[in-house]
């Protein structure tokens, strides 16, 4: 399988005082999974959620020292509505709740867009050791899944 990078989110590596440790990851693709790989040479439980939930050695992910492994969080990551409507600020108010139609023909000078105003989850990587007084270390990426043909 090959795997692209969409961006690196951070590196762990204040674990030696045996306290779960987190790191913001932000907003995540439906579509896209973390890579965590551990770096220091300990094994270490990481967990991905939305509410921040801190990582224990019952309720997270063991990663073996200095391997890799792919983490999707435990609620899937939401990006809004599948449909755009219109909200009524046109100046009579009569186009709320219509939909946004697209016409041929239409002239403008420059790239025309559409920005949607979605609710964006936002998600939190915590990690704690394995074994008391172990020092890992973890790297965290964002990647996705790609066609090599």
Do not use: W
């Amino acid at each position: 399988m090959a795997f692209r990078v969409i961006r690196h989110i951070g590196i762990i590596n204040s674990l030696g005082d045996d306290a779960a440790h987190s790191l913001t990851v932000g907003v995540i693709s439906p579509n896209s999974a973390l890579r965590v790989t551990e770096v220091g040479g300990n094994d270490v439980s990481v967990k991905v959620t939305e509410g921040g939930t801190a990582a224990t050695a019952t309720n997270g992910i063991t990663l073996k020292a200095n391997s890799s492994t792919l983490i999707t969080p435990d609620t899937k990551p939401q990006n809004g509505p599948g449909e755009m409507q219109l909200n009524g600020t046109d100046s009579s108010g009569s186009d709320a709740g219509s939909r946004v139609l697209f016409e041929s023909g239409v002239e403008h000078t420059g790239l025309g867009g559409i920005v949607y105003d979605r609710a964006e989850t936002n998600f939190t990587l915590s990690a704690i050791n394995e074994t008391s007084g172990s020092d890992a270390v973890i790297r965290v990426e964002e990647v996705t899944h790609i066609n090599t043909i």
